[in-house]
């Protein structure tokens, strides 16, 4: 009996499309930092070169950063709204997140071209 109680709560759950947001922008940003050349960027303080890609850069690691801070926020939100999803749903949020941005970076800094 115990098992169709859990079956159907697990069915009747509906998770909005706002949560699967932050992991889409997540997957984006990876994408985006992964379109840069770890050769093109030049580090040196004096020279103007190559503002566009350091701007590139910043922009996405702010679209990284606030998709997990909106992840965050979701499992904030499902941990005090007690009608909506539950935490498992926040959380699964944060790791997707997580995951999809070590891994782009991951990639980022090994390969070569």
């Known amino acids: 009996m115990m ?15 706002v949560h699967y947001l932050p992991g889409i922008f997540a997957s ?3 994408l985006m930092f992964n379109c840069v050349r770890k050769e093109d960027i030049d580090y040196s303080p004096y020279e103007e070169g190559e503002w566009r890609l350091k701007l ?26 007690k009608t909506g999803p539950s935490v498992w749903t926040g ?4 790791l997707q997140c997580v995951f999809v941005l ?3 970076l991951i990639y980022w800094t090994s390969h070569s071209e």
């Open 28 to 30: 984006i940003a990876a």
């Open 3 to 17: 098992n169709n109680e859990i079956i159907i709560f697990l069915i009747s759950v509906n998770v909005s499309f």
């Open 91 to 94: 959380t699964a949020g944060i």
């Open 56 to 81: 590139w850069l910043f922009f996405a690691y702010v679209v990284s950063f606030v998709s997990l801070a909106a992840s965050v926020g979701l499992l904030i939100q499902d941990s005090l709204v």
């Open 102 to 104: 070590i891994s782009g």
